[in-house]
């Protein structure tokens, strides 16, 4: 168990529909890092996340994608109008302190139909 | 552009063998590298990791070495044994970039009995 808590596991959404992931990281850590991957890819970065702002963002990250972490706590990660392409595993991952490693949640897979 | 390279999609291994996983990587800033498991369905494991001011770091049967002048890093798993049979994703990260790790590809490992 890492203590990155990520909801829901899966979620299958008709195309054009709007989803949203919840991510809950290691408590008292102030970096949240937002992933993608698809398969026979590895991780790709999405967003990050230094308490409630939003540092850096991919260019992966369509107007479609927005993503908060209201007070520094938890984070969302929205998609809207979502499209086939959209269809990945979505991760969120946390430091568990002052080190520069990083720990994954479970992960939350979309499938839009 | 590949930053981190993974040039070998998969790998099959004898159990009690040892497994070699290798990466290369182009950005000279990087200066932090990590291995990091990964079982279908679920979130990525982290395994090791490695500073740029060492060239090797071991734990248990996992060691990392790390080559930096050739900008080359390998995973050495030694006993190998079927439960380690996984995709292996090496990541590199700087100082300079918020710690945001860039990934490679992945090896799919298989170790047979």
């Known amino acids: 168990d890492t203590g990155v808590s990520q909801n829901p596991r899966h979620k299958i959404t008709k195309r054009g529909q709007n989803v949203t992931f919840r991510c809950d990281p290691i408590?008292?850590?102030?970096?949240l890092y937002w992933y993608r991957q698809t398969l026979g890819q590895g991780p790709e970065f999405l967003t990050y996340?230094?308490?409630?702002?939003?540092?850096?963002k991919s260019r992966l990250l369509s107007d479609r994608f927005s993503a908060e972490r209201p007070k520094g706590s938890f984070s969302t990660l929205e998609i809207q109008r979502t499209e086939q392409g959209d269809s990945a595993m979505y991760l969120c991952?946390?430091?568990?302190?002052?080190?520069?490693?990083?720990?994954f949640g479970e992960g939350s897979w979309l499938t839009v139909v | 552009d590949q930053q981190v390279k993974q040039n070998s999609p998969s790998l099959s291994v004898q159990e009690g063998r040892i497994s070699i996983l290798n990466c290369d990587y182009t950005?000279?800033?990087?200066?932090?590298f990590l291995w990091y498991k990964k079982y279908p369905a679920e979130g990525p494991t982290f395994l090791i990791s490695?500073?740029?001011?060492?060239d090797k770091n071991e734990d248990g049967r996992f060691t990392v070495f790390l080559n930096k002048s050739a900008k080359h890093l390998s995973l050495h798993i030694v006993p190998s044994q079927p439960g380690d049979s996984a995709v292996y994703f090496c990541?590199?990260?700087?100082?300079?970039?918020?710690?945001?790790?860039?990934f490679g590809r992945g090896t799919s490992l298989i170790v047979h009995p």
């Open positions: 991952a946390s430091p568990t302190g002052a080190g520069n490693t990083i720990y």
């Open positions: 490695i500073s740029s001011i060492k």
């Open positions: 408590s008292e850590h102030n970096r």
């Open positions: 990541a590199a990260s700087g100082s300079r970039g918020s710690y945001i790790p860039t």
């Open positions: 950005n000279s800033m990087f200066d932090y």
């Open positions: 996340f230094q308490n409630e702002a939003q540092l850096e």
